[in-house]
């Protein structure tokens, strides 16, 4: 099988990997420096930074472009790259990015961050605010497997295969629990400088599903559709068979599964039509970005809404020059398969199976 990686939205800092620094309002093909852009390795995962983009390999390998400045690509030599280029290294099963930094995690259970951050976003120590890729002192417990991680701005959290959550960054919100208020006072502490064992206080032994926003972390119980906000937080509903949480930096969403088709439902922020759209359009998988999102329907089309300021949208349907999308936006439609989906700041992303 081969595979391609298509791209539209935020390219200021040649984030989308396409060879050049200009906006796109429709996909374009993305480049891969040294070799074709058709791709023999499976990508898996697209990570997206503030003005970075990291993709990961079914094999293991990961590549990287846009903004170098401060080494969140995990290159060295270079201030920003316009294709993708390979971050040394290999086994790199999981990761996440954030404003100007990122975290890569491989097989062997080793958590490794590179790029800037004041707000102990590296999880480096106190004394480690900017950094090439550098391994994280954490071990993980025997037995235990960090099973996914998901970073917003400047806080990282990753679940852990025995029901852990673990984190770091900036937690001036609350939005990593209660075990962060210094001692002999009610105020939190600002920043969680090294990876440590949350405490939300609350019983999280049972299945659950989360997400991070700009200021805050929700977690979603999946036996009784409970979801609860910890930082900044919103006025949530009850969601019956709500699943595949995700989030923007001010709103959350929900799919919700039930016998006539499934729907999205969003909960937040809605000044720039972050919340999706009434529709009858059967939808089969979607994705999040910092404002936007989209989704994938059983006919292999993609549609966009939300705030389209960068193109990350498509083409607007309207003359006014808005940029919020409050209707579905169709972004693709061809013959070639979607296999994967991925949304970042103000950047999309659709992996197409070329035959």
Not at 2 to 23: R, T
Not at 173 to 190: A, F
Not at 226 to 255: P, R, T
């Amino acid at each position: 099988m081969l595979y391609q990686i298509l791209a539209c939205g935020s390219n200021g800092k040649s984030q989308l990997g396409i060879g050049n620094n200009e906006d796109q309002n429709q996909l374009q093909v993305v480049k891969f420096a040294g070799f074709d852009t058709l791709l023999v390795n499976k990508p898996v995962a697209i990570l997206c930074g503030g003005n970075h983009t990291i993709i990961l390999m079914e094999n293991g390998d990961a590549y990287s472009s846009g903004d170098n400045s401060y080494g969140q690509c995990g290159l060295v030599g270079v201030e920003y790259v316009s294709e993708f280029t390979k971050i040394p290294g290999s086994g790199w099963v999981t990761g996440s990015c954030g404003w100007e930094f990122s975290i890569l995690i491989n097989k062997h259970n080793e958590i490794f961050a590179c790029g800037y951050g004041m707000k102990g976003e590296l999880g480096l120590g106190v004394e480690t605010k900017q950094c090439g890729l550098t391994k994280v002192n954490y071990t993980v417990p025997n037995g235990v497997r960090i099973m996914e991680i998901k970073s917003s701005l400047n806080h990282s959290v990753m679940k852990m295969s025995n029901g852990q959550l673990v984190g770091w960054g900036n937690c001036r919100k609350g939005q990593l629990g209660r075990q962060n208020i210094m001692p002999d006072s009610k105020k939190l502490q600002p920043v969680i400088w090294e990876p440590r064992t949350l405490d939300f206080g609350i019983d999280i032994s049972q299945p659950l599903e989360f997400a991070v926003g700009r200021d805050f972390t929700i977690i979603h119980f999946l036996a009784s559709h409970q979801a609860q906000m910890f930082g900044k937080s919103f006025e949530l509903e009850h969601v019956s068979n709500g699943s595949a949480l995700k989030s923007m930096w001010s709103s959350v969403h929900f799919l919700v599964l039930n016998d006539e088709r499934s729907s999205i439902k969003s909960f937040g922020n809605n000044s720039h039509g972050q919340h999706i759209p009434a529709t009858p359009i059967e939808i089969e998988r979607y994705e999040i970005g910092s404002e936007h999102g989209i989704i994938l329907t059983p006919k292999n089309e993609v549609f966009a809404w939300g705030w389209g300021e960068h193109g990350n949208c498509g083409i607007h349907k309207r003359n006014d020059q808005e940029v919020t999308f409050d209707y579905l936006n169709p972004i693709y439609h061809g013959q070639n398969q979607v296999v994967l989906l991925g949304c970042g700041c103000a950047t999309t992303w659709v992996v197409i199976r070329v035959e």
